[in-house]
């Protein structure tokens, strides 16, 4: 019973650095989210979507990108790495209207 | 725009004292708002929510969660506090708009003490 996996765990970057944090979801839902979470400041919304091939900005979307190729997946990208995009990064999914979210692990990211 | 107010970076309680998280919210339309727990280095776990009837929600571990819609509050309770239940708790309200985004508070810290 996985529910949501984030891979990596763990990973520094160097300033300029590009890489990507994968997203799996064994549940079946339609609607998947990348969340930051940084001290004081709670979650804050990256990009979300409502479906396969569908992507949308939340509060922050800036210096990410996002993809969903397949339904059970959902990629979140830095192009180019910045000292503050070091954060902690969330996954989360749900079947959309009133149910509430699955999350993962989280994946802790530095940037120097 | 919905929104999510937690007053208190951090509560502190003694073991079986009954403790209190403070949430308010604002939102345009129904409210439907949820409690997440988050122990150190996981992830958020579900704690209990609001949709519709009756104000008072049970959840699981023995929490539970008082609606109020005349003061926009959606504070979360226990009888009776447990060492265990030191963590960072999250009040959320679901923005049903589009896209069905979860807004979360800063999030509060509860240490219960022996």
């Known amino acids: 019973n996985a529910g949501v996996t984030q891979t990596p765990k763990f990973r520094v970057l160097k300033t300029g650095q590009s890489m990507t944090l994968l997203c799996a979801q064994d549940?079946?839902?339609?609607?998947m989210y990348w969340y930051r979470q940084d001290p004081g400041m709670g979650l804050r919304l990256i990009h979300y979507?409502?479906?396969?091939?569908?992507?949308a900005k939340g509060e922050v979307p800036d210096g990410y990108n996002v993809s969903r190729l397949k339904k059970q997946n959902f990629l979140l990208g830095l192009e180019s790495a910045a000292p503050s995009q070091t954060s902690v990064y969330f996954c989360?999914?749900?079947?959309?209207?009133?149910?509430?979210?699955?999350f993962g692990e989280g994946s802790r990211l530095t940037v120097l | 725009a919905q929104s999510v107010a937690q007053p208190e970076d951090q509560v502190n309680v003694a073991e079986g004292n009954p403790l209190t998280v403070k949430c308010t919210y604002s939102?345009?339309?129904?409210?439907?708002l949820f409690w997440y727990v988050q122990y150190p280095n996981r992830g958020l776990q579900f704690l209990l929510k609001?949709?519709?009837?009756?104000?008072l929600v049970k959840g699981s571990y023995g929490f539970e969660a008082e609606f109020n819609k005349s003061q926009t509050s959606f504070h979360l309770k226990k009888p009776s506090a447990l060492v265990s239940d030191s963590a960072l708790y999250f009040c959320?309200?679901?923005?049903?708009?589009?896209?069905?985004?979860?807004?979360f508070g800063a999030g509060t810290r509860l240490f219960v003490k022996a």
């Open positions: 989360a999914s749900t079947r959309g209207d009133t149910g509430e979210l699955f």
């Open positions: 549940m079946n839902h339609e609607y």
């Open positions: 979507s409502v479906g396969e091939g569908t992507t």
């Open positions: 939102v345009s339309g129904n409210p439907y």
């Open positions: 609001y949709i519709t009837g009756d104000n």
């Open positions: 959320a309200v679901r923005d049903m708009t589009g896209g069905f985004k979860t807004i």
